[in-house]
């Protein structure tokens, strides 16, 4: 993740990179994406970017996190404006997230993360983003309303709640590259009835 010394910036030229590397993964692959892009695009020279970042990787790290920390804070909004239901919250999450991902100003980047499958570069973010939310959510819910016995079973629920939003958004982006368009709304729908499923059970 950054160094100290990019902390330490301010925010304008924190958000001039930031809006470097979205331009830059919003139009290549990881693989193919460029320092040198990133660099032209911050207006900033090479070797500032190497006091704020180890390597290319390190700062597609850092923008990935920023943006999971803005869904993270969806995910928290939805709750607090749902009491503590957990699962109200959840539905909400999912109609505005998944409008955000499709059409909001990350859709392209999310479009080329996907069938690129740099989301396999996901997995060496710290868990810490992660825990966090699955934290804030577990002391915000009212666990009146759920079968769980403690954080554990708390934090299955959430991946499971989560994988149904990813694999979903996923499918879409698949399906678009194989020429086979969705209507958003129809991903809207797959989500909600596998949380169904999870909130009610499949058995008739």
């Not at 660099?39 to 006091?51: E, H, T």
């Not at 920390?69 to 109609?95: H, I, V």
């Not at 939003?165 to 879409?172: A, D, E, I, K, L």
Request: overall charge positive; charged content about 20%.
């Amino acid at each position: 993740m950054p160094t100290t010394t990019f902390y330490h910036l301010d925010p304008q030229k924190k958000q001039r990179l930031f809006e470097a590397a979205l331009a830059e993964f919003s139009q290549k692959s990881f693989a193919d994406s460029a320092i040198s892009e990133i660099i032209r695009r911050a207006k900033i020279p090479r070797g500032s970017f190497y006091q704020y970042f180890e390597d290319k990787l390190d700062c597609y790290l850092y923008f990935v996190s920023q943006i999971q920390t803005e869904r993270n804070q969806t995910f928290l909004k939805a709750l607090n404006e749902s009491d503590g239901n957990l699962l109200l919250a959840t539905r909400k999450f999912y109609q505005i997230s998944i409008n955000e991902i499709i059409n909001g100003p990350y859709a392209t980047y999310f479009q080329i993360m996907i069938q690129a499958h740099d989301f396999r570069l996901h997995r060496r973010l710290p868990h810490g983003g992660q825990q966090q939310l699955i934290n804030q959510l577990y002391e915000n819910t009212n666990l009146q309303l759920l079968k769980v016995n403690g954080i554990d079973q708390f934090r299955c629920l959430i991946e499971m709640i989560l994988n149904i939003f990813f694999r979903s958004v996923g499918r879409y982006f698949y399906c678009q590259q194989a020429g086979n368009f969705q209507p958003v709304e129809t991903i809207k729908k797959q989500c909600l009835t596998m949380l169904s499923w999870l909130e009610n059970g499949v058995v008739k």
